[in-house]
């Protein structure tokens, strides 16, 4: 095992006021779920469901997607800084295959943990789980998990039942640097406790001192800007055919160069770069094409490789024959690619949702957002782009109507995100994260005010006669803003922990 990672730690609390303090311990890792979530988002089967029920990895395939991060929501997975490559406690499977117990078991002095066969009725184990009194980390996200605590402390398996004083707990200094992030709720008392609205408080002990985090396993957000970006880029991609598609239904046609070889020549630009910030987000970047040549068709990730080749392929079809001068298929090319630009803008709301880990991205409204974003940053780049070559002035009004009702959408979604009563504490957090915390200023001033007010009012502005320009800064300040907004909306999710 290098330093720095952990398949299996010890998570320490205390509670109390000095001198009358104790400490808590509880062992953190891998609960080898029936219905583990890192499994179905792996999108080359590194991570698998052995006949045993032991969920083991292949480091040989794994391409450092971090995807299985994001997915389980017991914080068991990490990046090995050597392979490059997922890595988590396995059960020991080379000792348990030739008849030995896995190494925890055997160093443990206490006999505290017990391990063995569930499915035999004389096994320790299983007489425990049938009789004794255990509990079990986050039951709630459907994973079945296989791991119980008999005895422990419930503050120290609730991520959130304890606060992070500040101070790096024991045996490590706080870091001060711009890459720390907002992980906890601020330390309360029992008056100011319940002052936020839709924000559970934190457990309040004797002494208005609520439990303390002394020793625990911090965790880099797996997912940063590249991630922000790709959204970004895709929507651009996928708006621009989108919007074309909006101008054939106003009356415009295809005779121009910027309908016939220009919008599929941009959109795959766009969706290049999007292929780009992709294979560079990986750790195993190399292994990229094992996407399609070992993916598990259970992945979003697979099928959203998927969806981006075959709009590539419409993209590449349309341009060739725009060239080409063949106009009998083209507006057929048009529809396709824009119903698969569709797709593109939307299937990651799809891949989020098997993140099971983070519970703010579990929204049912994160396709609406993906799509309208689309709208919003495609239809703005249109206007900007109209600067600089002739797209003809029907194309320029679809493109700014499609940035107006993009952005509008955007405006109501988060609306709706504030005002809507939360329905578990980890998306309370994530919510005060995102609009109150570390977050709130490129949440509120970037994605909000720049992204939905400044291009509604710049496009209806242009809509009413302005000059070109004004719609193409609408345009600018759409893109920055879906870029803010979601890179807020990304960040507030990873914010809040999972162990």
Known sequence: MPLGVDRTWVKYIEKGSWPDTKRFFSVMRCNHCE????????????????????????????????SCMQACPYDALYIDPEEHTAQKCNYCVHRVEVGLQPACV?????????????DNPDSKISKMVATDSLQQRAVEQ???????????????????????????????????????????????TSESASVTPNRPPAVVTEGNSPPRLV??????????????????TKGISAGLTIALALALLLGADLTSDWAKWGTPLVAGIFLALTGGLLVWDLKRPDRFYYLLTKGNPSSWLVKGAWILSAYGASLAAWFLLGVAGVEGPLEILVWIAAVLGVGV????????????????????????????????????AG?????????????????????????????LLALAEILTKHPTRNIAEAVHHMTRGAYATEWWIGGQLLGVVVPIVLGALF??????????LGGVAAAAGVWFADDAF?????SVPLA
């Not at 089967?45 to 480091?59: E, N, P």
């Not at 160093?107 to 017990?114: D, R």
Request: aromatic share 10%.
């Open 345 to 380: 803008a939307g299937y990651t709301a799809f891949l989020f949702a098997q993140a099971e880990g983070r519970d703010l991205w579990q929204s049912p409204t994160l396709l609406w957002h993906m799509v309208a974003g689309a709208f919003a940053a495609g239809g703005g």
């Open 106 to 118: 055997v160093v443990c002095p206490e006999q505290a943990i017990i391990a063995g066969d569930l």
């Open 142 to 188: 459907g994973t079945k998990p296989n791991l119980w605590y008999k005895g422990a402390e419930s503050a120290n398996l609730d991520p959130l039942g304890s606060v992070d004083p500040g101070d790096g707990g024991i045996w490590r200094d706080p870091a001060s640097s711009w890459l720390a992030v907002d992980l906890t709720p601020p330390s309360v």
């Open 463 to 472: 809509l009413g006669g302005a000059e070109i320009w004004v719609g193409a």
């Open 215 to 232: 020793y625990g396993k911090a965790t880099p957000m797996p997912w940063g800007w590249r991630v922000s970006s790709y959204f970004l």
């Open 35 to 66: 219905d583990a979530p890192c499994v179905s988002i792996c999108p080359t089967s590194a991570l698998r469901t052995r006949d045993d029920g032991i969920v083991d990895f292949d480091t040989d395939i794994c391409i450092g997607c971090k």
């Open 383 to 411: 206007l900007y782009i109209a600067l600089l070559v002739d797209i003809g002035e029907t194309v320029e009004r679809a493109s700014a109507w499609a940035m107006v009702a993009g952005a509008t959408v955007l405006g």
């Open 490 to 494: 990304v960040k507030a999710g990873q």
